[in-house]
T-cell receptor, first 112, second 113 residues
């Protein structure tokens, strides 16, 4: 199973872009990169996922390097409510039954 | 919006008690999951189910069992609760097609004394 490596913590100023890196150097060709976040005392929340191409939705952008060994989640204008633990996950298993292996994530603190 | 609900936010039980944690989802998802979350260990998969009456062991199934009698409901059972099962328990569901993202419930914080 592919593993991910993330920094333990990061700070970001409110209103600035938050760029959260993730290393997944052993990812295989058919594995997706997923990002979730968990705000204190809540269940994890899906943010975005991608395979090869960069992706954008209403919450964030996902930039995946050409060799797919790393990716960056970008929150374009971070707010205080974005303070959370962010998990980068490589999805294992086949079909929709594959479970998500959550690592320790990056604790993002957005400061005023 | 997808709703995943869990029967309790907080639960306190005694050692040796049988504990039922209930999870219900309202989006007709085929797949459901039970995780536990502990400080420093992240989320760990206990069991999952991809259909009614079907179940698969996750990474840490010991001391737990599950039941999926109806598609919308997935129950986690602690046959004889022990103190090392004190944890946050999270339920999730996902459809069998589409983006496959998991939708999580709010969690149940279980304390076994």
């Amino acid at each position: 199973d592919a593993k991910t490596t993330q920094p333990t913590s990061m700070d970001c100023a409110e209103g600035r872009a938050a760029n959260l890196p993730c290393n997944h150097s052993t990812i295989s060709g058919n594995e997706y990169v997923y990002w979730y976040r968990q705000i204190h005392s809540q269940g994890p929340q899906y943010i975005i996922h991608g395979l090869k191409n960069n992706e954008t939705n209403e919450m964030a952008s996902l930039i995946i390097t050409e060799d797919r060994k790393s990716s960056t989640l970008i929150l374009p204008h971070a707010t205080l409510r974005d303070t959370a633990v962010y998990y980068c996950i490589v999805r294992v298993g086949r079909g929709s039954q594959g479970n998500l292996i959550f690592g320790k994530g990056t604790k993002l603190s957005v400061k005023p | 919006d997808v709703k995943v609900t869990q029967s309790s936010r907080y639960l306190v039980k005694r050692t040796g008690e049988k504990v039922f944690l209930e999870c219900v989802q309202d989006m007709d998802h085929e797949n459901m999951f039970w995780y536990r979350q502990d400080p420093g260990l992240g989320l760990r998969l206990i069991y999952f189910s991809y259909d009614v009456k079907m179940k698969e062991k996750g990474d840490i199934p010991e001391g737990y069992s599950v039941s999926r009698e109806k598609k919308e409901r997935f129950s986690l059972i602690l046959e004889s609760a022990s103190t090392n099962q004190t944890s946050m328990y999270l339920c999730a569901s996902t459809p069998s097609s589409g983006k496959y993202e998991q939708y999580f419930g709010p969690g149940t914080r279980l304390t076994v004394t």
